[in-house]
């Protein structure tokens, strides 16, 4: 039908997952766009099959229904090779009854002058004047455009943004991080099946509650690369990645049942690597055996296989039974907090010289290690720019132990610390 192609094109980018196969866009997805001035969210759709049986289909459905529920104004794409379908004819009826203002579009009039004439015939669906376009080539958007524009509620004066903490929830397939969203919202938010792989497409939720403004960002799980045989998989893979990127915090989940996998580890590792603050969310723990220091020994367990994560706090949930979910929000706003973290150069260099009385920097044939004075250069992660006289002799031990130093006074629970060594001469 060619809505994610459209979808893409109003926003400027490749969101949604594009290829001719039937079904591919499974999730809704949001993307933000403006138009004359109005800036407004869109929302892709899976497609709405009227009587598949299908689960995945049936499911897909249902989240069209949230889709239309949501809405200010529905897109109605059809095809305008294939004329009015029995599928359409449903569709509309359905439409009809939501009592949204809808849009009706005729997609792949690609030879518009000559396509342009078969629009006629959707007049019969009754939901207003059809709209042909086509999107691949980029004809006829700004007349739809300019529809919805009329369309649109009245605009509103909006208060200022407050800091929003944009959440990913990252792990392997099948490790429940719909069903996290789905508890965290009691909605369902995107599609929970036991088909390993099921959430395709990365999703942005909008969340509020006391502790703050929340935007959950759902992610494809990756898999391993040995199973990587579509391209759909390695679009979902690239999204994981975008989604890291875009993120303030990064959810990390770990199937309990099955402890720390080389494929958790490589996730976690692009986290990390992007800065990101980081919680380890260690899912279906209610389905884990207890007796005295199992907690401890798994925490250890986890630690040991994610050395360079031991910065993360761990929290034990169970998306599925809502266990210590509600403790989530108050952990995400303090590693946030932590990610943003900035320190004087003042305090910062107190530290710094109290770290050097306790351990000397190191020496090599007989030069010693000359740490003048450090700064931080930026936030998200915390990263610090320390001055020294010869850039060889900060080895990699004493860089640890100073960011231990820095942590064990300021905290920075959750969150990398950078350190960046420059050379400065001692006249300089």
């Known amino acids: 039908m060619g809505k994610s192609t459209f979808f893409n094109y109003l926003v400027g980018s490749r969101i949604s997952i594009v290829q001719d196969t039937p079904g591919v866009t499974r999730d809704r997805i949001y993307a933000e766009s403006n138009w004359?001035?109005?800036?407004?969210?869109?929302?892709?759709?899976?497609?709405?099959?009227?009587?598949s049986e299908d689960i995945i289909l049936s499911q897909m459905r249902e989240q069209a229904n949230l889709a239309i529920a949501m809405a200010d104004v529905i897109l109605f794409l059809t095809d305008i090779k294939q004329g009015v379908t029995a599928a359409d004819k449903e569709i509309a009826l359905m439409l009809k009854k939501s009592g949204k203002p809808v849009v009706l579009v005729c997609n792949k009039a690609d030879n518009f002058d000559k396509d342009k004439q078969d629009a006629y015939e959707f007049y019969n669906l009754g939901i207003g004047e059809?709209?042909?376009?086509?999107?691949?080539?980029?004809?006829?958007?700004?007349?739809?455009?300019?529809?919805?524009?009329?369309?649109?509620?009245?605009?509103?004066?909006?208060?200022?943004?407050?800091?929003?903490?944009?959440?990913?929830?990252?792990?392997?397939?099948?490790?429940?991080?719909?069903?996290?969203?789905?508890?965290?919202?009691?909605?369902?938010?995107?599609?929970?099946?036991?088909i390993a792989g099921t959430t395709r497409d990365a999703i942005d939720t909008e969340f509020e509650n006391e502790t703050g403004k929340y935007v959950l960002i759902d992610t494809a799980g990756v898999r391993r690369k040995s199973k990587v045989k579509e391209s759909i998989e390695k679009f979902s893979i690239m999204r994981t990645l975008l989604a890291i990127e875009r993120a303030d915090v990064c959810l990390m989940m770990i199937d309990a049942t099955e402890g720390v996998t080389d494929q958790d580890a490589k996730i976690a590792g692009e986290a990390h690597e992007a800065g990101k603050g980081v919680i380890i969310v260690v899912n279906k723990w209610d389905m884990v055996e207890k007796e005295t220091g199992t907690l401890e020994k798994y925490k250890k367990e986890v630690y040991d296989k994610l050395k360079y994560l031991s910065y993360a706090p761990m929290i034990f949930v169970s998306a599925k039974t809502g266990q210590r979910v509600h403790k989530l929000f108050e952990l995400i706003h303090y590693v946030a907090e932590q990610n943003t973290m900035r320190i004087s150069t003042s305090v910062l260099n107190q530290v710094i010289n109290e770290a050097i009385a306790i351990v000397q920097p190191p020496t090599d044939k007989g030069k010693r290690?000359?740490?003048?004075?450090?700064?931080?250069?930026?936030?998200?992660?915390?990263?610090?720019?320390?001055?020294?006289?010869?850039?060889?002799?900060?080895?990699?031990?004493?860089?640890?132990?100073?960011v231990n130093q820095i942590r064990k006074e300021f905290g920075l629970e959750g969150t990398p610390v950078r350190i960046i060594v420059r050379e400065k001469s001692e006249k300089n």
């Open 36 to 51: 004359r001035g109005r800036s407004f969210t869109l929302i892709d759709t899976g497609g709405i099959e009227p009587t």
């Open 130 to 194: 059809p709209y042909p376009i086509s999107a691949s080539n980029a004809i006829g958007i700004g007349d739809v455009l300019d529809k919805i524009y009329e369309s649109f509620p009245p605009k509103v004066d909006q208060e200022e943004e407050s800091n929003v903490v944009k959440v990913a929830i990252i792990g392997k397939p099948n490790v429940g991080k719909s069903s996290l969203i789905n508890k965290i919202l009691g909605e369902n938010r995107a599609i929970v099946s036991d």
């Open 369 to 402: 290690l000359k740490i003048y004075y450090g700064t931080q250069g930026s936030t998200k992660p915390p990263t610090f720019v320390i001055f020294v006289n010869q850039k060889e002799l900060f080895h990699f031990s004493y860089e640890r132990y100073l």
